[in-house]
């Protein structure tokens, strides 16, 4: 028995002096525990965590029972909502709604898609638009010829407009000018 309590008696013994270590070290502040014991800052910052928890906490309580409240509060037969989960017609539409936006927005982006990919390609330089917009010889050629033509069609109607009182286009255009009016009258009384 003298020998088990020795044994006993030298085991409590090195068991005090390992707790001696811990309770030494956990003063001096070493380790997350240490640290935890002798820091105030973050001991009050753990106690304002907890605070914090527990106030959300009662905050997610009462907006669960308000939920509760208003989810039974609902007139669920009367209601749109009622209506889309009761009626079978209706989830079908917002199904097939749902489908047809999903497809419209693939449509979108393919377009979009497209769009990036033909502004890219003018940026770059290829195709007939990038010359037409960027060649400003082209352009101004362009324009040379519109003015051209705008002055021959003003020539144009000027040279008609003196061959109607020319001598020997007069008659000519006196005949075309009392058939339109013949035609005019017909139009009128039909």
Known sequence: MLSTLSVTNENAALLTE??????????????????????????KDLQQTVINLKNASSSANMTIQEL??????????????????????SGKQLK???INLEATSIKIQSMTQNLDSLSFK???????????????????????????A???????????????HNFLF???????????EKDAKTRNQN
Not at 18 to 28: E, F, V
Not at 125 to 143: I, K, M, P, R
Not at 150 to 164: D, I
Request: hydrophobic share 40%.
């Open 18 to 43: 390992d707790l001696l270590k811990i309770t030494a070290s956990l003063n001096s502040g070493k380790g997350t525990l240490g640290s935890l014991l002798n820091d105030t800052l973050m001991a």
């Open 68 to 89: 509760n409240s208003i989810v039974k509060n609902i007139d669920v037969e009367h209601s749109a909502l009622g209506m889309l989960l009761n009626d079978s017609l």
């Open 96 to 98: 097939n709604v749902i």
């Open 122 to 148: 003018m940026a770059k330089g290829d195709g007939a638009l990038n010359y037409l917009t960027s060649d400003t010889v082209l352009v101004n050629q362009l324009q040379s010829t519109i003015q051209n």
């Open 150 to 164: 705008e002055q021959g069609v003003e020539r144009f109607n000027e040279n008609m407009e003196a061959l109607k």
């Open 170 to 180: 007069r008659g000519y255009f006196r005949k075309l000018e009392r058939q339109e």
